[in-house]
């Protein structure tokens, strides 16, 4: 098995995400000077935050952060891009993983579950995987908190966000969330966690259907901040 896989990096070698370089046997998506360099914000570790800001007067969130961020033209830029439309689910997973590792001794090592913003079932099919439920799988290896994914769901396809301003993607959104068990959720403090927070509509109406429940808290886990 060894040598099949030397044999295939051999001719077709894992490059990394941004900089295009060979990765080595240890390196996963991104080379060590690619992920050393990564426009982290460091948000978790202020709680007043501009992700956290995002939510202010909208809907109580306990705390919010992003792993980095998302500039247009950067070469981090492609992270995002290829884990959504090019089949790299394995980004989210690792992404999600280094993000977690960094979270450890955080607010967000103490919630119960991580829940993944939901895709509905036919854009689930079309792209064959949901990227927040990678991202979150990643981040559930790091912080050992359970993953849920059949709590929240996605009951009407929308269309995509971009281009939309922030009231068009509240209204995109709004009521699109259901939960099939509420007792699962009583009590329990929820991150949720999505590729990437805009103006952070999605996440919103997530929110507001999982706070329905009795006793729960939300916070917010993303990739990265455009």
């Known amino acids: 098995m060894q040598l099949t896989d030397d044999f295939l990096q051999f001719f077709f070698p894992d490059l990394c995400v941004a900089c295009k370089q060979i990765l080595n046997r240890q390196e996963k998506v991104l080379c060590t000077h690619c992920l050393y360099h990564m426009p982290r914000t460091e948000f978790h570790k202020d709680p007043e935050n501009p992700v956290s800001q995002l939510f202010w007067g909208r809907v109580k969130i306990e705390h919010?952060?992003?792993f980095f961020y998302f500039n247009k033209g950067s070469a981090y830029?492609?992270?995002?891009h290829k884990l959504k439309y090019s089949g790299r689910s394995d980004i989210g997973i690792e992404m999600g993983k280094a993000y977690g590792a960094e979270l450890r001794r955080s607010v967000f090592a103490q919630a119960d579950m991580i829940i993944p913003v939901p895709l509905h079932p036919k854009k689930l099919k079309i792209r064959g995987y949901n990227q927040s439920e990678m991202i979150a799988k990643g981040l559930s290896m790091s912080l050992n908190l359970p993953i849920s994914t059949e709590i929240l769901i996605r009951s009407e396809s929308t269309e995509t966000q971009t281009r939309k301003s922030r009231f068009e993607r509240f209204s995109n959104v709004e009521?699109?969330?259901?939960?099939?068990d509420e007792?699962?959720?009583?009590g329990k403090h929820v991150i949720l966690a999505d590729d990437?927070?805009?103006?952070?509509?999605?996440?919103?109406s997530c929110a507001i259907a999982v706070l329905?429940?009795?006793?729960t808290k939300v916070s917010i886990l993303t990739l990265a901040v455009a």
């Not at 830029?77 to 995002?80: F, N, R, S, V």
């Not at 990437?196 to 919103?204: M, N």
């Open 77 to 80: 830029q492609p992270l995002i």
């Open 212 to 215: 329905r429940v009795n006793g």
């Open 196 to 204: 990437v927070v805009t103006t952070g509509s999605t996440l919103e």
């Open 64 to 66: 919010a952060s992003s």
């Open 183 to 186: 007792d699962l959720l009583e």
């Open 175 to 180: 009521g699109k969330f259901l939960l099939s």
